[in-house]
């Protein structure tokens, strides 16, 4: 159980991330809420011949990781999580017309070019994605799409279904502590008793969020989500756009970057 506790207290790592201080860090929300979704629309306007092209894609996420300090082996252990999810789309896929194509030099399978396109597309977008979570805060993000209209119940549910995320987490930590303590020398709980402890788990763990749902009333909360922050672009955020909107256009237009990794290769 130690072990599931430690992957689930994982979650909240990119949480902690969000709140460094770097140049990634400070840009305006919104540029990059922007940069991302651009980013993502060019990973999948791909088709799967063309894999050479989304190669020079994965500068995006390295220069990132570089620049905002943060630890690339957090990114490589989450990308196991979506691997079930490529695999059943593989599956999917899979039964699609056996042709031949060429990748640079090399004459492939079109099921294999499949693949490796699906892949490269589901490691890309995951990397785009967890940047987002790891350089901006959650309540951040909330605002940004508050302020570009989005359904004020999402963006609540969301927030609070976070929030309650992390307090099931530490209800689960506070229960295991207990049971290591009473039991020191057992590793694992018997299963006779997994089924009224994790009942516990949720009945703590959702007295707290009713705690804290009272306090939010107590403090004139009506469900509307309310902020006084205007996030103005400056000029770093409009070069930090521009730069990542030309480098996508050269990607997805023209031959300047295929010729580069051809080059490389």
Known sequence: MSNFINSMTQLRTLDSLAKNKSFIHLLNPFTKLITTILVIYTIISFNKYEIAKQIPIFLYPLSIILISNIPIKTFFKRLLWIMPIVLVLLLILILDTYTQAKLFSFVISDILLLIISIIIKSILTTFAIMLLIATTEIE????????????????????????????????????????????????????????AILGQILVRSYMR????????????????????????????????????????????????MLAFVKALL
């Open 140 to 195: 951040r993000l909330a605002i940004c799409f508050r302020k570009l209209y989005f359904p004020q119940i999402l963006i609540l549910q969301f927030l609070l279904t976070y929030r309650y995320f992390n307090l099931l987490i530490e209800e689960m930590r506070i229960v295991y502590a207990a049971h290591k303590l009473r039991s020191p020398k057992k590793s694992n709980i018997f299963k006779c008793f997994q089924g």
């Open 209 to 256: 969020a009713q705690n804290i749902y009272q306090a939010m009333r107590l403090r004139g909360f009506s469900g509307e989500f309310y902020t006084n922050k205007n996030f103005a672009f400056g000029l770093m955020d409009i070069m930090y756009l521009l730069f990542w909107s030309l480098f996508l256009f050269m990607i997805k237009y023209t031959d300047f």
